[in-house]
């Protein structure tokens, strides 16, 4: 049975071949997003994978409707997997929005569903890292959730030099839209021809503009002007101020396709060009009041940043590790009279809260020796008996080479203090 295309599985590593996803990187991903959020004072929430049909019809946009898996389950209701986690967020907060001191800074890692037409970074699922501030209007809040952004990127190892946070306005866009366009044309049809820009030939997007009645020559110069609106200025000092200008421009060839942005939005790309955008966000201040029928009235403003691009990218620049250290230590059991010694070890080590492995049953120590570096383990450890019946350690740092002999009550602070410290080992008096 074959996988659903634009699905993955996730292999534990040494990795089957060069194309399947890796969990342990997956791991590493999520490991940095989470421990950022927490340095940013974000809190962790999650909602359901499956929704009401009804939260993205009404609120997302045509693109990302065109792209929902929704089906009527077997009590006749109309549900979709979801394709991304704003609208959840937003029905969240409007229930509870008494409950929690304002603004909330919360975030979520969610598997989110989008039967796309499949292209290089984009899939049918992805993970992506969800950032919201609800209750903030001024561009502070902006300033910091962007500096999130920078700062997740930078925790996996990426530059200014890799990466830039292309910053614009919805609020710009719309004043030019005003000035320029035929009366009754849709603003939201000309944000999708500028979303679209970079991507469609020339004439797809004059078509476009056509429809609203403005000429792409304007488009292409209000961009090329790039000047920032006072509150993207306020944005960028803010961020001047934390060290963070190298990492941003402003940049209005950024619009964003979803329907609800109303103000600021921003897209992270990497320096390059070579690959789709990396995170996108912006600010929804109307959504949560729309969602909730008027009853809850919030600014709110977010970014997603997907996992797919951010693999490549992480590879493309090698800093994707090679080594994922799963073990503290692997208990080789070489000798199988010393296994009674080597379980009560085992089951010490693990108590005091180290990650240790073992051989199961009795196996040539060459395999054990293989086993352990394929578990990418840290140290491995092997009990000896001296010749007056005594019972020691040798704990060996895989990386520096040094070994040391110990006591076994000493073995878990030796697993500790990296690098195993290195004392001359004593010739093995059981060799
Ligand atoms: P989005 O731009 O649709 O925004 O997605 C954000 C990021 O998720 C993209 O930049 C990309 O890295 C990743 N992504 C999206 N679709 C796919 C796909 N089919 N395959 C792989 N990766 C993908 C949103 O979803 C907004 N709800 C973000 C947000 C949060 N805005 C405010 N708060």
């Given amino acids: 049975m074959e996988r659903l295309p634009g699905f993955r599985d996730f292999y534990p590593e040494p990795l089957p071949d060069r194309d399947a996803w890796s969990a342990d990187l997956r791991h590493h991903i999520f490991a940095a997003w989470r421990n950022t959020a927490r340095r940013y004072g974000f809190r962790e929430y999650d909602g359901p994978p499956l929704e009401p049909l009804d939260l993205y019809t009404v609120k997302s946009g045509a693109e990302i409707v065109g792209q929902l898996y929704h089906f009527t389950d077997k009590g006749g209701r109309d549900v979709a997997l979801r394709p991304e986690m704003t609208p959840t967020l937003a029905r969240m907060a409007a229930a509870h929005d008494r409950h929690y001191r304002k603004p909330l800074k919360w975030f979520a890692i969610?598997?989110?569903?989008?039967?796309?037409?499949?292209?290089?970074?984009?899939?049918?699922?992805?993970?992506?890292?969800?950032?919201?501030?609800?209750?903030?209007?001024?561009?502070?809040?902006?300033?910091?959730?962007?500096?999130?952004l920078i700062d997740s990127l930078r925790a996996l190892g990426l530059t200014a030099d890799d990466f830039v946070v292309r910053l614009s306005s919805r609020n710009a866009w719309q004043a030019f839209f005003e000035q320029h366009a035929r009366p009754g044309a849709t603003p939201y049809d000309f944000y999708q021809a500028i979303d679209k820009l970079e991507r469609d030939p020339p004439e797809a997007t004059q078509a476009r503009l056509?429809?609203?009645?403005?000429?792409?020559?304007?488009?292409?110069?209000?961009?090329?002007?790039?000047?920032?609106?006072?509150?993207?200025?306020?944005?960028?000092?803010?961020?001047g101020a934390r060290g963070l200008a190298p990492f941003v421009r402003v940049d209005y060839g950024v619009i964003r396709g979803l329907a609800y942005y109303t103000g600021p939005v921003f897209e992270a790309f990497d320096r390059h060009?070579?690959?789709?955008?990396?995170?996108?966000?912006?600010?929804?201040?109307?959504?949560?009041?729309?969602?909730?029928n008027g009853r809850v009235d919030l600014p709110a403003l977010g970014f997603g940043m997907g996992d797919v691009v951010l693999a490549e990218l992480l590879k493309d620049r090698r800093l994707r590790p090679d080594r994922f250290a799963q073990l503290d230590a692997f208990l080789l059991i070489e000798d199988e009279s010393l296994r009674p010694d080597s379980l009560q070890l085992l089951q010490t080590l693990r108590e005091a809260g180290l990650a240790v492995d073992y051989p199961l049953v009795a196996a040539?120590?060459?395999?054990?020796?293989?086993?352990?570096?394929?578990?990418?383990?840290?140290?491995?450890?092997?009990?000896?008996?001296?010749?007056?019946?005594?019972?020691h350690a040798r704990v060996k740092h895989l990386a520096s080479r040094s070994e040391l002999v110990s006591p076994l009550a000493e073995v878990a602070r030796h697993l500790r203090s990296e690098p195993a410290a290195p004392a001359p080992a004593p010739a093995s008096p059981a060799a």
Avoid: C, M, W
């Fill in 110 to 148: 969610p598997q989110l569903f989008r039967y796309e037409r499949q292209q290089k970074g984009r899939l049918r699922e992805h993970f992506q890292f969800n950032a919201d501030l609800i209750g903030e209007a001024d561009p502070a809040g902006d300033a910091e959730l962007i500096a999130l």
């Fill in 210 to 239: 056509d429809a609203v009645g403005i000429p792409l020559d304007a488009v292409r110069h209000f961009i090329d002007s790039g000047q920032p609106t006072p509150e993207l200025a306020r944005i960028l000092a803010e961020l």
């Fill in 273 to 292: 060009g070579k690959f789709r955008a990396l995170a996108g966000g912006g600010r929804y201040d109307d959504l949560i009041k729309r969602l909730s």
């Fill in 364 to 391: 040539k120590s060459d395999k054990q020796f293989k086993r352990a570096l394929d578990l990418g383990t840290v140290h491995t450890v092997r009990l000896e008996r001296t010749p007056e019946g005594q019972v």
